[in-house]
């Protein structure tokens, strides 16, 4: 708006009268002075100076003087009225605002009001300074004026907007959810006061809490005055509209901004286009609303502006749009300048920093990820919610509203309410719209096929007001961001509505084909019939009939979708198709004001995901596009905003729009804009850039990586896809779905429900973490069908929402866990969800842990245990519950039979778990339940409360009281009641604060309680109680014995007599007092057992040689086995010599324990004698200050053990150990590590190993070795004939290890990694190499190598008359530094005989005078173009017989390459070029040439895209062919079928992998028709093939299986995935027998079942030769197992045994333990997730297999005891390497125990412990302790 708007006068007398009642008020709150001054105005004042001057004026008086004032200028001239209230305002303090711009305002209007007209009052005095009094009155003058032309503006402005609007937009209405405002820590507050509101008195500005506070937009704009105010909402909610709505309620005084304020409303698209600098006066009155008045006017408004900043609102709407990124000042900067233009960045962010106008009111609208741009400059966050269903209905129904058929209306609301898709769209008011015209669309076509297409004249109107709305969001009514309701009429009349459910687009890429096709169809100017039609799926002819409008306009969509570009001039579209946009509506006009003021026309498209739509269908229909481009455009968006991310004004919709149009639904439009002008088809290429996304969409499924919001972005984008494929693969991988800090609508959860839905009857859990969402989404939520685990976690959810959750539970028919923890649930909440849990039968977990249930909500829990008959944990946990909540529970432990445990933890854990049904009927006896009430503050009222509660409960097994404060008189009332209790193992109270006088309660029981066998008492820290029951001890039942165990106790005498007294009189007493322990034994008389083993021990003692010498004759006649135990004893040299001297005479000592007595190396080296005093020793393990032990055996050992760790082995002290050693027996292993040895110890002990007698390996780890101790250490190598290997690494783990051999012929191996290798080191290594007798394998990894010095390395080597293997890796080795360092080793070398470089690591094969036969680039980033520099190598290469460029990009640069190569390599007999992208350009290139490479026998082609010409005249070469791989291939339906066929024409194929391809019925049936022909087969790969209509069906499996019969050479099959059930398995049974070759069987993810499965081993009885069964992922079970038995021992040749996740219980297990003590030659076994943690047995049997090197225990909830039983056996499996334990039930106590056994298995290189009951505190510890242990879940 250019022109200027003026008031018109008001009658100042008037206004004085108006106002005097407030003008009262205010004057009589000034001081005696400005009363005085004002009252001198009047002529007759001279008589009131006395009153008015003295010091206290009466009240009253001064009022009368006042009335009297004002009732004297109310009736005088005009002139003196207004400099009486020029004056006044100038005078006076605390006038509102709005009434001082007012009075000033009617004061200063007459053109004489610059003259001060006071003399005719004051007889020419003035009141006050001419100059003070002219402050003000020229900004007041113009300051209303301007204010009027911006309310003019903003009217005029909404009435173009409110012209299309369905209803009227109210703020009451619109609703808004409060967030936490991350306010500037050192930003003042400058909220004005209340005189700067102008009176009003604004809502307190506090903290509404959670994410979920719901307020008006009306109430929440209230006190922002003053402030930085954030509205935040996504593209279509209507934000910009909301603003317009606000600058209105301005323009008439109505509204949060008061009408005193200027209404300042600027749009960041609008700044935009100022490139210059602009000031503050540039900014109002060039840019918003212009002044033709001069220069003055506005300097005079900008002073006024500047000195009452408070008095001002600015609006900054759509921040989203700004090209440039806001400023935030860390501290309060100066005040800018407001004269000196600024980039228009700067001048916003000064007004975000109130560095400009500090004190005005600012508010900024933007979208949710933008906000964190505003962190610490905004005051008030709010985000702006979506439309419940009485929105969406209320808008639909004014949509329709006056329609000409009525019924229209009512049957789009039915069905949009009742389409759960569209109704989840529509809680945006602009896809709400959208969905309205897709509606009404889709309902007149179904109405009347036959009707005139939409009256021009209305049509077009319709169409082209929608052009002319400004591309933004509308909240209320309007349709959303530039979209404008389409008020669409059908034929006159009420024919029958057609349209169905079915017939509703599934996706919104659908539905905006369909409202595409419903702006098309409303053109005016058709070119075509109105008979043609648009229905649900878009008929061809409508895109084809405007293609060419529609290829510009999705050009230019895709050019402002690339360039960031929304607003487009005129230039930017041909003239021809701007008209048409506008025409249909696909276009908008929006008025732009250039730099120089004038205003010009602009476009845009209606909405911006209508530009997105638009730029997907060109990069679905345009070869202008690249697959590069769509590549990186291609990606999941993040709702988690960061403040590195980059702003983009776009929705990031365009990922979900090309997976909609990927889908075959959309295939048929897509074709119509890629064919040509010409007629030709353009299926194919549409076809392949569809193929490209699922592609791309299904490697982000197979991401293991993706966070909560990108997971729920795929699942959106699957959904469009309508891939229920894809779908399935987004789970198969994630058994459940993690949701963090995100806000869920209505519409994520449908997209959630589509991926869930794939499960099937496998399951899945969903867990939502601080997910804020509405209750609709609960609505939505039991669409998801599957679901097994459910989960909320978070304050949010409160008690109304588990109401709610309440009324949908029992439609989770498959639920079995429930969580609803860390939330704000209460007793009311629990009374819910405990109504609707009984309607849940399946649930087995509760966790209702971290609320507020108090005692109460725990009782109702607690009452519903009987109705849950398969419940087996309730945790409930840290919910201010009391002692009566644990007693309430116990008490039902009488009623519920089932329940196991009640573990409570002070207030902190409170849980209860349940026996399962089926365990009732186990082969194993039922265990007494068990009570841990730890660390609870006890009274006798409640333990009182507890025994009788106990009393009541059924036998206990244990009854668990640690870390409770039990005083005398508690004690006292449990031993009265414990007769009463039922423990039938023991009671443990440890950590109890127990004192001597609580020890004698203690020690009574075991003569007053018969049921009392032994008390075990410390009271030392840490304080043990342990009152063991008859059924709890370890012996025979007829034992009659008890044992009293104090130690610790620190007793006196006089405690001692008490103790006796208390224990009443035996004539078995016995007593041993060691100083520190007291052991009490009754017993009766038996004779002495010499088989039985007795424990000596003495411990905490110092005991002298003589000492030991006496203890040791003593004990030299015991006849029955033997333990010492001298522990913690401080042992002297000399005691260890003495105990040297007796130790030979100690025949029957099986065990000597000197943990933590061995103070110095000296003595360590004197217990080494044993080795040589003594024949009986078996193992020595030696580490001072801490554990040690000698073990011996009955008889004479063969061989000993010795590990001599953690002292100072230097010197003299080498010196000893090494003539030790030399006299002692024959060793299986040494261990030296951690003895300070250095370089001059290692290369000492290395040269005298030739005088040792070792037969396993020596480790000299950690004993601070340099580069040339290394090349000591590989000398061994070439020194000494029986040194097999040596591994060095000089990293943290400082590994050091050598390995000896017995055999005669054997490979020499030596390991360097992370050793810091020099140029010189190299070469001293190659000199040491060329001269090993035997063929060496090297190994070096990470040594920091150059390029150079690897090529000079191999070079060296070149002397040497044995074959070496080379394996170098460093990260460096990748693309073209690949290529160059395998290029320089073949041009250096002439002794390679193969090359290859797979990911980062150089492998080479050494041999004298050889050519190369086998060049290979696999997975190492190659791109095509990088291997022209190795065209002159592999011209040199005649005899070269493989060539290998699998997994890299190759393009048609790579292409390229081998075609000028393959005509000169006639002896090429193989050749891969897998690739991990579908590509069509690298076979199409390549297929001429392979045709002419006749020598080809071995060709893979996995991971490409095969063109139909390509496969023509592939198809040929076919019957040359050995090998064949063409898994991940594409192809089109035609193609694909040519290919499978002419596999019936391979007659010498031996090899065939065709791993997840979808086959369609035809091609089935001819890759069946194909094996059946091809007898030669050795080896077939079918896993994961699919048809066009998913898995293969029964009869399709069936057939396919009857084809392989007449293969009677097959040794390897692989059937993954096939989903193969019994009738599969009996047909494949059939076939075993037959191949007894077969040397590898594949068949994870079938459906074998447990009969089945011993139905297949009986079959594979005669498969001799078995070496590898893979059977993981079926339903085998015990029956299977105890076939495995009799089976697998027969076959002696297995390696490799998988039967991971299937249903093997305990008795299975046992039966699998008996199998694997028979597999002699096992190296790997998996049983991950095999049904029962209880594998002890399976993992005792390990040591029968000697070559084991990976074992797969994980997600087993294996305890303690397997991991105990595990450690015991790993020393026993010397070449073991990786045992994966993760996911299990392994404590502290486990980990330490694989800890101390992996001292003893040197190979041993990882155990994996993630997700075991190990804190991450002591995980650390442990992982610091030993590298070896992994707790991360990577």
């Given amino acids: 708006m250019d022109e200027e708007v003026f008031p018109d006068a008001e009658n100042v007398n008037s206004v004085l009268a108006q106002e005097s009642s407030e003008l009262l008020h205010i004057l009589s709150g000034q001081s005696p002075v400005v009363i005085m001054k004002l009252c001198q105005m009047m002529p007759s004042y001279a008589g009131w100076d006395i009153n008015l001057a003295s010091s206290i004026p009466p009240a009253a008086a001064v009022t009368e003087h006042i009335k009297a004032v004002l009732e004297y200028f109310r009736v005088a001239k005009a002139e003196d009225c207004r400099n009486f209230l020029q004056s006044m305002c100038i005078l006076c303090e605390n006038i509102p605002m709005h009434l001082e711009s007012r009075l000033m305002s009617v004061a200063g209007y007459e053109n004489s009001a610059c003259e001060h007209s006071s003399s005719s009052v004051t007889g020419g005095k003035s009141s006050s300074p001419p100059s003070e009094q002219l402050v003000k009155r020229p900004r007041i003058d113009y300051w209303p004026q301007y204010k009027a032309a911006v309310m003019l503006f903003q009217k005029r402005r909404w009435e173009r907007l409110s012209e299309r609007l369905v209803s009227e937009v109210q703020l009451e209405n619109v609703w808004v959810s409060l967030r936490t405002a991350n306010r500037g820590r050192d930003r003042p507050d400058q909220t004005p006061g209340s005189a700067d509101k102008g009176g009003r008195t604004p809502e307190p500005d506090g903290d509404y809490g959670a994410m979920d506070s719901r307020v008006t937009l009306e109430t929440f704009l209230q006190g922002c005055a003053g402030k930085v105010t954030v509205l935040v909402g996504p593209a279509g909610s209507g934000k910009t509209l909301l603003m317009s709505c606000l600058g209105q309620h301005w323009a008439q005084g109505l509204g949060p901004v008061p009408s005193s304020y200027l209404f300042v409303l600027l749009e960041f698209r609008q700044l935009n286009l100022r490139s210059q600098p602009l000031s503050l006066s540039d900014l109002l009155f060039r840019h918003y609303v212009p002044m033709k008045e001069g220069d003055h006017k506005k300097e005079a408004i900008v002073d006024y502006l500047l000195s009452n900043p408070e008095q001002s609102c600015w609006v900054l709407d759509g921040y989203d749009e700004f090209h440039s990124k806001l400023t935030k000042q860390e501290v309060q900067r100066e005040l ?732 078995d007493l016995t007593l041993l007092d060691d100083g520190d322990s007291v052991i009490l034994k009754f017993c009766p008389d038996k004779r002495e057992d010499k088989q039985q083993q007795k424990i000596f021990r003495i411990n905490n003692n110092k005991l002298l040689p003589s000492n030991i010498t006496t203890l040791c004759r003593r004990l030299v006649q015991c006849r029955s086995l033997l333990e010492l135990d001298l522990s913690h004893c401080s042992l002297t040299d000399k005691a260890i010599d003495n105990l040297m001297k007796v130790l030979p005479k100690m025949t029957s000592l099986q065990r000597l324990n000197v943990s933590h007595s061995i103070t110095s190396t000296t003595g360590a080296l004197v217990l080494i004698r044993c080795l040589t005093v003594s024949q009986q020793v078996t193992s020595v393990e030696l580490r001072p200050q801490t554990e040690s032990f000698i073990q011996f055996d009955s008889l004479k050992a063969e061989q000993a053990s010795c590990r001599l760790t953690h002292c100072s082995l230097k010197g003299d002290n080498l010196e000893r150990l090494l003539q030790i050693l030399q006299q002692g027996p024959q060793l299986s292993d040494l261990d030296l590590s951690s003895n300070q040895m250095e370089d001059e110890g290692v290369k000492h002990f290395v040269d005298s190993l030739q005088q040792h007698k070792i037969t396993s390996y020596v480790n000299l780890s950690k004993n601070g070795l340099t580069q040339q101790g290394l090349l000591d250490v590989a000398n061994t190598l070439c020194t000494f004939d029986n040194v097999s290997g040596v591994e060095v690494s000089l990293g943290a783990e400082e590994r050091c290890l050598i390995w000896f051999t017995q055999h005669e012929s054997f490979v020499k191996t030596l390991s360097i990694r992370d050793s810091s290798l020099e140029r010189d080191h190299l070469v001293r290594l190659a000199e040491i190499l060329s001269i090993c007798p035997s063929p060496t394998k090297l190994e070096f990894k990470n040594n920091s190598l150059q390029s150079d010095w690897i090529e000079d390395f191999v070079k060296l080597l070149n002397s040497s008359q044995r074959g070496f293997s080379i394996n170098i890796e460093e990260h460096w080795i990748r693309s073209e530094e690949a290529v160059s360092l395998l290029c320089r080793c073949l041009d250096l070398s002439s002794n390679i005989h193969t090359i290859r470089v797979h990911h980062n690591t150089l492998h080479l094969s050494l041999m004298k005078s050889t050519e190369v036969t086998s060049i290979s680039l696999t997975d190492c980033a190659v791109e095509g173009y990088q291997l022209a520099s190795m065209k002159s190598i592999i011209l040199r290469c005649p005899l070269l017989t493989e060539l290998d460029f699998s997994l890299n990009s190759l393009g048609i640069e790579g292409a390229e390459f081998l075609c000028s190569v393959l005509p000169s390599l006639p002896n090429l007999t193989s050749l891969s070029i897998g690739s991990k992208e579908a590509s069509v350009t690298v076979v199409e290139k390549l297929s001429e040439a392979l045709l002419q490479a006749t020598s080809i026998q071995c060709l893979n082609l996995s991971g ?331």
């Fill in 336 to 1067: 800018l300048d407001p004269e000196r233009p600024l980039p228009v960045a700067d001048l916003i962010s000064g007004l975000l920093n109130r560095q400009l106008l500090p004190g005005c009111t600012v508010m900024v609208t933007c979208r949710v990820r933008d906000v964190i741009d505003l962190e610490g400059v905004s005051d008030k966050v709010g985000q702006l919610l979506g439309w419940g269903c009485h929105e969406i209905k209320e808008y639909v129904d004014n949509f329709f509203r006056g329609k000409a058929d009525s019924a229209l209306g009512m049957h789009a609301a039915e069905l949009l309410l009742s389409s759960q898709h569209l109704l989840a769209m529509s809680s945006l008011p602009a896809l709400c719209n959208i969905c309205c015209i897709c509606l009404e669309h889709l309902l007149l076509e179904s109405r009347d096929p036959g009707r005139t297409a939409i009256p021009k004249e209305r049509g077009s109107e319709t169409r082209r007001k929608a052009g002319e709305k400004e591309d933004k969001g509308v909240q209320s009514e309007d349709p959303g961001e530039g979209s404008e309701d389409m008020m669409m009429d059908g034929t006159n009349g009420r024919a029958q509505l057609l349209l169905t459910q079915a017939q509703i687009p599934s996706t919104l890429t659908q539905v905006y084909l369909t409202v595409l096709g419903s702006f098309l169809y409303s053109d005016p100017d058709t070119r075509g019939s109105n008979d043609e039609l648009i229905t649900t799926r878009l008929p061809q002819s409508i895109l084809g009939q405007y293609r060419s409008e529609l290829c510009e306009l999705t050009q230019l969509a895709w050019k402002g979708l690339e360039d960031g570009k929304i607003l487009f001039m005129e230039e930017d579209i041909s003239q021809d198709v701007l008209k048409f946009s506008i025409r249909t509506g696909l276009i908008s006009q929006v008025e732009l004001r250039r730099e120089d003021g004038m205003l010009v026309n602009s476009y845009c498209f209606t909405h911006l995901t209508l530009q997105e739509f638009l730029a997907a269908l060109r990069v679905m229909t345009s070869a202008d596009v690249s697959d590069t481009q769509l590549k990186k455009r291609f990606s999941l968006r993040t709702r988690w905003t960061t403040k590195s991310d980059q702003r983009t004004v776009f929705t990031d919709s365009l990922h979900l729009f090309l997976c909609g149009l990927a889908s075959p639904q959309c295939t048929s439009a897509l074709v119509q804009l890629a064919r040509t002008p010409g007629g030709k088809g353009g299926q194919s290429w549409v076809q392949r850039r569809q193929s490209l996304v699922l592609k791309l969409l299904k490697n982000l499924c197979h991401s293991n990586t993706l966070t909560g919001p990108k997971i729920l972005e795929l699942c959106h984008c699957v959904q469009e896809s309508q891939d229920h494929q894809l779908a399935k693969q987004v789970v198969g991988t994630r058994p459940t779905l993690e949701l963090r800090n995100i806000r869920l609508l209505p519409n994520d959860i449908d997209a959630l429900a589509f991926v869930v839905n794939s499960v099937g009857d496998n399951g899945i859990g969903l867990d939502f973490g601080a997910c804020s969402m509405e209750l609709e989404c609960l609505d939505v939520l039991p669409r998801c069908q599957y679901i097994q685990h459910l989960s909320f976690r978070s304050r949010k959810y409160d008690d109304k929402f588990a109401e709610k959750l309440s009324s949908i539970l029992p439609k989770f028919t498959n639920l079995r866990k429930l969580e609803f923890c860390g939330a704000s649930l209460t007793a009311t909440g629990a009374t819910s969800l405990a109504s609707a849990l009984p309607s849940c039968p399946g649930i087995t977990e509760l966790n209702l842990s971290d609320n507020h249930l108090k005692d109460g909500g725990i009782k109702h829990i607690a009452d519903i245990f009987t109705k849950q008959p398969r419940l087996v944990l309730v945790k409930l946990g840290r919910n201010n519950s009391s002692l009566e909540a644990v007693d309430y529970l116990i008490g039902k432990m009488s009623l519920c039979l089932n329940i196991q445990q009640v573990h409570a933890d002070g207030r902190k854990e409170l849980s209860v778990t349940f026996s399962q049904n089926s365990d009732l009927h186990s082969h194993k006896k039922k265990s007494e339940p068990t009570i841990s009430l730890l660390n609870q503050k006890w009274s006798k009222a409640d333990m009182q409360k507890l025994a009788k509660s106990l009393a009541h409960c059924p036998a206990l097994s244990v009854l668990n009281m640690s870390g409770s404060h039990l005083d005398v008189e508690t004690l006292k009332t449990l031993t009265q009641y414990l007769p009463e209790i039922n423990v039938t193992k023991k009671i443990i109270a440890n950590d109890s604060c127990l004192t001597v006088e609580g020890l004698v309660i203690l020690t009574a029981l075991l003569s007053d309680c018969p049921a009392v066998v032994e008390l075990h008492i410390r009271l030392q820290s840490p304080v043990q109680v342990s009152i063991v029951f008859s059924g709890g001890r370890q012996k025979t039942a007829n034992e009659e014995s008890k044992l009293l165990c104090l130690s610790w106790c620190g007793l006196l005498p006089s405690h001692l007599e008490r103790v006796w007294r208390s224990l009443g009189t035996s004539p």
């Fill in 1504 to 1834: 490409h895209m095969i063109s139909d010409t390509a496969a023509q005249i592939m198809t040929k070469m076919w019957p040359c062919l050995r090998s064949l791989n063409l898994s991940h291939c594409e192809w089109s339906a035609s193609g694909g079928l040519q290919l499978i066929k002419a596999l019936g024409e391979c007659v010498s194929l031996e090899g065939l992998c065709l791993d997840c391809l979808r086959l369609n019925e035809e091609s089935r049936m001819c890759l069946a028709q194909a094996l059946r022909k091809i007898k030669s087969i050795r080896s077939l790969k079918l896993n994961k093939i699919d048809t066009a209509m998913g898995p293969l069906q029964a009869d399709s499996v069936l057939d396919l299986l009857a084809a392989m019969e007449g293969l009677t050479r097959m040794q390897e099959i692989e059937l993954e995935g096939w989903r193969m059930a019994d009738r599969g398995i009996e047909e494949l049974t059939r076939l075993l027998p037959v191949w007894t070759e077969l040397r590898k069987i594949s068949l994870s993810k079938n459906l074998i079942s447990d009969q089945s499965g011993d139905m297949l081993l009986e079959a594979l009885n005669s498969c001799t030769h078995l070496e590898e069964l893979y059977l993981p992922s079926n339903s085998l079970g015990d029956l299977t197992a105890a076939r495995m038995a009799l089976v697998l021992p027969s076959l002696t040749y297995i390696t490799v045994l998988d039967i991971s996740e299937n249903r093997i219980g305990y008795e299975g297990s046992v039966s699998l333990s008996k199998a694997i003590m028979c597999m002699n030659n096992l190296t790997k076994i998996y049983l991950t997730s095999v049904g029962t943690p209880e594998l002890c047995a399976v993992a005792a049997s390990l040591a029968h297999c000697p070559l084991i090197q990976d074992v797969g225990l994980g997600w087993n909830n294996c305890g303690d005891k397997v991991a105990v039983e595990l450690a015991r056996v790993m020393p026993l499996c010397q070449k073991l390497t990786r045992l994966d334990l993760e996911s299990n039930a392994v404590s502290v106590s486990g980990a330490e125990a694989l800890v101390r056994a992996l001292q003893s298995c040197p190979a041993l290189e990882l155990i994996r412990l993630w997700r075991n009951k190990v804190s991450p505190g002591e995980a650390q510890r442990l992982s610091l302790r030993e590298r070896r242990l992994n707790f991360s879940s990577t």
